[in-house]
Structures are given as C-alpha cells and as structure tokens.
Nanobody, 126 residues
Framework: QVQLVESGGGLVQPGGSLRLSCAASGRIWKINLMGWYRQAPGKQRELVATITSGGSTNYINYADSVKGRFTISRDNAKNTVYLQMNSLKPEDTAVYYC?????????????????WGQGTQVTVSS
C-alpha cells in the first residue's frame, strides 16, 4: 500500500502565498503520477495540477484557473510533491487533496495503487 501525508494548508489573505506538501511512503516501486485536486463547499472535486516524470523530463498540467499563479513540483528522492500557491484568491478556498498513482510491492507482487491524501484546508479571506 501507499500512504500519503499532506501539510501546509491554512488561512491566508488575498494575494498571499501558501505551499502544500504531500509525502508518499510505503513499499513504493515507482510513482507514475502525483497531483493536487481541490473541492470547495457545494462543488465537485476538480483538478488543480498534475506532474509525471518521463526520465529527466517532467510533464505538468494545470487547471486554467491556476495557471501562472500555482507551481507544482516533485522531489523524487523524497517521494514528495509540492504545490506553491501564489496570488491566492478567495475562490481558491477549498480542501486540497493530494493524489498519487504508484506501483508498490504487496504480497510479493507489484500492484498499482491510486491513493488520496486526507485533505488540507486552504482558506483565502481578509
């Protein structure tokens, strides 16, 4: 199995910044994709950003609403993904969830796991 621990949420004023972290652990063989999603009250969960690694190249995807303000990155040595959020707006208020698609050892075989973090609250308000 794969376990995720998120950190970094909180309350920030409009225009401020926050950095989210998500560390994956377990008997991981390979992480295929790491990403962030968010869910605001009364709304569906939506993609924020994803990052995959293809050798020395990272492939990154952002929601249009966060392009130019948010930056996703990963530290492969630490199995950790980050989300740097700048120029935050009240509409960015949501619970942010980390998602990891990884292959991990289980009962002597490598299996695919789609794992979600527990969520961290981000509130943008004056």
């Amino acid at each position: 199995q794969v376990q995720l621990v998120e950190s970094g949420g909180g309350l920030v004023q409009p225009g401020g910044s926050l950095r989210l972290s998500c560390a994956a652990s377990g008997r991981i063989w390979k992480i295929n994709l790491m990403g962030w999603y968010r869910q605001a009250p009364g709304k569906q969960r939506e993609l924020v950003a994803t990052i995959t690694s293809g050798g020395s190249t990272n492939y990154i995807n952002y929601a249009d609403s966060v392009k130019g303000r948010f930056t996703i990155s990963r530290d492969n040595a630490k199995n950790t993904v980050y989300l740097q959020m700048n120029s935050l707006k009240p509409e960015d208020t949501a619970v942010y969830y980390c998602n990891v698609l990884a292959a991990a050892w289980s009962n002597g075989a490598v299996r695919e796991y789609d794992t979600w973090g527990q969520g961290t609250q981000v509130t943008v308000s004056s």
